[in-house]
């Protein structure tokens, strides 16, 4: 069984201040500095981004930008996470080993980090009630 939980790594990187990667952003990056490769910097693809930079006045990143752009706002938000924030994306879904019940302790800690993430305003109120359902059905 799928059991949803975040892990205590995450909630720490988020209170030192490292943001994740929003969708909004790149779609407004990607529409506005595309030409330039500005998204490939803020979504963590810096060797694109230096190409972009290097062949901008050739026309070619604008033509490629504008691609990505209807490519980013057709994308989920679950697939965007998954190939831009790896961590949430890692820590979101973990697979118990034998696909059972998971241990109290584990569910009480993970719906304690879950509820971190929501008052940290990371995940909205629909993903944390699908998420302490569901963790709250494996026990």
Not at 39 to 60: D, P, R, S
Not at 90 to 95: D, I, L, Q, R
């Amino acid at each position: 069984m799928l059991v949803l939980y975040a892990n205590k790594y995450l909630l720490d990187l988020i209170k030192e201040g490292n943001a994740m990667r929003t969708k909004s952003t790149a779609i407004i990056l990607c529409f506005f500095g595309g030409w330039l490769g500005i998204h490939k910097f803020y979504l963590g693809q810096n060797v694109a981004g230096i190409l972009y930079l290097l062949f901008f006045w050739t026309c070619i990143p604008s033509l490629i930008a504008f691609v990505e752009f209807f490519v980013l706002v057709l994308m989920s938000d679950t697939e965007f996470n998954t190939n831009y924030n790896q961590l949430i994306a890692s820590t979101s879904g973990a697979v118990s080993a034998k696909g059972g019940a998971v241990s109290a302790k584990d569910a009480t800690s993970a719906l304690a980090d879950l509820k971190g993430l929501f008052d940290s305003g990371i995940i909205t109120a629909e993903e944390y009630e699908e998420k302490r359902q569901n963790l709250l059905k494996s026990l």
